[in-house]
């Protein structure tokens, strides 16, 4: 028995992964930017490493704790759904560091 698999490269496929590829790549540089300037915030501020990994330990412990979040609502919803709400939590998080 053949199944139809055409949908699978469907063109809402296509747009689907590059939306998806465009949001893992902003959302990453936004959260391994900060390792790369945390030496420089250490001499600026005139604090210890362990003062300034701080946040971005908290910030990674909320990403685990967050995941147990996101996978019901994948579970439920769909991942579309799981993924618009990232790119909201993304963006919002993008401006309020800015403030």
Same mark, same amino acid.
């Given at each position: *028995? @053949?199944?139809?698999?055409?949908? !699978?490269?469907?063109?809402?496929?296509?747009?689907?992964?590059?939306?998806?590829?465009? /949001?893992?790549?902003?959302?990453?540089?936004?959260?391994?930017?900060?390792?790369?300037? *945390? %030496?420089? /915030? @250490? =001499?600026?501020?005139?604090?210890?490493?362990?003062?300034?990994?701080? %946040?971005?330990? !908290?910030? *990674?412990?909320?990403?685990?704790?967050?995941?147990?979040?996101?996978?019901?609502?994948?579970?439920? =919803?769909?991942?579309? /759904?799981?993924?618009?709400?990232?790119?909201?939590?993304? /963006?919002?998080?993008?401006?309020?560091?800015?403030?």
């Amino acid at each position: *028995m @053949q199944s139809d698999i055409s949908h !699978l490269d469907s063109k809402y496929s296509w747009r689907r992964l590059i939306l998806t590829l465009w /949001v893992s790549i902003i959302a990453n540089v936004g959260v391994w930017a900060i390792v790369v300037i *945390m %030496p420089a /915030v @250490q =001499n600026e501020f005139g604090v210890d490493r362990g003062t300034v990994s701080l %946040p971005y330990a !908290l910030t *990674m412990v909320g990403f685990g704790l967050g995941n147990l979040f996101f996978g019901r609502i994948v579970d439920r =919803n769909g991942a579309f /759904v799981a993924l618009i709400i990232g790119i909201l939590f993304v /963006v919002s998080g993008f401006f309020i560091s800015i403030i």
